[in-house]
């Protein structure tokens, strides 16, 4: 019933820079925090930026300085801008919500299904 769509990704040359998106929809009530995890070829996924329903961040130190996380809560909507990319960088990256539905007392995680992001020369 809930739904969380990635959008953004591509390929773009190393120094460049995308922004990632990912819309939640359904029978939501609230979302209390949100994060943006990757996961490269033969790498486990990793946490890079989050952000909770009252708007505290936190990165990844691979990525501070570099990447920003925001989200409009009218929206229901997360954004990554990211800046600077490296090869590093390449991987999948995933939107996660833990989201809180009309008529239920506990919530759940819910992920997307990925965007590629590529950088490569």
């Known amino acids: 019933q809930v739904q969380l769509v990635e959008s953004g990704g591509g390929l773009v040359q190393p120094g460049g820079s995308l922004r990632l998106s990912c819309a939640a929809s359904?029978?939501?009530?609230?979302?209390?925090?949100m994060g943006w995890y990757r996961q490269a070829p033969g790498k486990q996924r990793e946490l890079v930026a989050g952000v909770t329903s009252g708007g505290s961040r936190n990165y990844a130190d691979s990525v501070k300085g570099r990447f920003t996380i925001s989200r409009d809560n009218a929206k229901n909507t997360l954004y990554l801008q990211m800046s600077s990319l490296k090869p590093e960088d390449t991987a999948v990256y995933y939107c996660n919500a833990y989201v809180r539905r009309y008529s239920v007392d506990m919530g759940a995680d819910y992920w997307g299904q990925g965007t590629q992001v590529t950088v490569s020369s």
């Open positions: 359904g029978s939501i009530y609230s979302i209390d925090n």
